[in-house]
């Protein structure tokens, strides 16, 4: 019997398990199909996070976080995770080779991946000049023109975002209308900044091996081409969670989840069901950054050891 499982092994995972053992837990398995690290891993560069002076790869940066997990008695199980259920007090965790685990207490931390675009270029220029994450990119574009597509909240707040650091920023989308907030729409509309392009889309992503260097788009009425010379795009067309494995056999999901199939959590990370907890990218109004992600697995991990010693 495991005291506690942890599914996922980003940043909120890692700093879970760390919390947990050190915390005194003595049966502290991490489920993680791969190496831990998390989608992190493939950024090539981190400046942002506290404390970490130097700029390193998202590889180089979590390295040590594995060394040091394991360190206090962290147990990795290379596994992937096709299930969780409770039945009863006990919650039961199925791989995929068939192969059950019972656990007392879960942290759900499988994070998630923002969805791609599809268009040419995006793969090839990927961490080069093409990003989801204006937060964590944001700053390497000072001063410089920028594209973002998009017409949701996320594109429309991020493009925002993006406008107080560059120069300008072309905010394209295949509709001309945008589904986002009507006050988002209008701090849009009144950014001297933004430029909106409608109705297009980006028919491709061009650069060098520098990274990229322009976006050639389409308006979808009139079939113009045009290309802006732009170091960087911005792509925001959706972003799955990973909840995928808390699907029940009659469909149902395990604990609440809202619209997009994110984890609902109180501030302690709680879920709706006892003894389950979840943190990091997974979770409603997760930020997506990687110190929040740390934060919420700390916090998660101290609510399980508080409820491991209550169910004592």
């Known amino acids: ?8 092994g980003g940043p909120a995972g890692l700093s879970a398990g760390l919390y947990a053992t050190r915390g005194g837990i003595k049966n502290v398995v991490l489920f993680e199909k791969g190496m831990p690290g998390g989608q992190i891993t493939g950024s090539s560069e981190i400046e942002n996070y506290p404390g970490v002076k130097e700029v390193i790869s998202g590889l180089e940066f979590m390295e040590p976080w594995q060394e040091q997990c394991f360190r206090f008695g962290l147990q990795h199980e290379m596994s992937e995770i096709s299930r969780i259920s409770k039945s009863g007090e006990i919650f039961e965790i199925l791989d995929t080779s068939g192969k059950v685990s019972q656990a007392k207490a879960v942290i759900f931390a499988t994070g998630g991946r923002p969805k ?3 268009i040419k270029g995006e793969s090839e220029f990927w961490g080069r000049g093409v ?3 204006a937060t964590c990119d944001g700053f390497f574009y000072k001063d410089k023109e920028v594209a973002v597509l998009g017409g949701g909240d996320t594109a429309l707040e991020e493009a925002v975002y993006l406008t107080r650091m560059c120069k300008k920023v072309y905010l394209i989308h295949r509709r001309d209308g945008f589904r986002a907030a009507p006050t988002t729409i ?3 509309k009144n950014n ?6 409608t109705p297009s889309i980006v028919e491709e992503i061009r650069g060098d091996s520098s990274g990229v260097s322009s976006v050639v788009i389409k308006n979808i009425q009139s079939g113009e081409l045009r290309e802006l010379a732009v170091p960087g795009i911005f792509i925001f067309v959706g972003y799955d969670v990973n909840t995928q494995i808390l699907t029940q056999e009659d469909g149902s ?3 609440e989840c809202d619209e997009y199939k994110s984890v609902k959590v109180d501030l302690s990370m709680r879920t709706s069901v006892s003894g389950l907890f979840a943190a990091g990218d997974v979770r409603i109004q997760a930020p997506k950054q990687v110190v929040c992600a740390a934060g919420d697995g700390a916090t998660a991990a101290l609510q399980a050891i508080s409820y491991l010693e209550q169910a004592k």
């Open 131 to 133: 990003s989801t994450c």
């Open 116 to 118: 791609r675009a599809g």
């Open 1 to 8: 019997m495991i005291d506690l499982a942890i599914i996922g």
């Open 253 to 255: 999901m395990l604990c």
């Open 192 to 197: 001297p900044k933004i430029q909106i392009v």
């Open 186 to 188: 209008e701090h849009v």
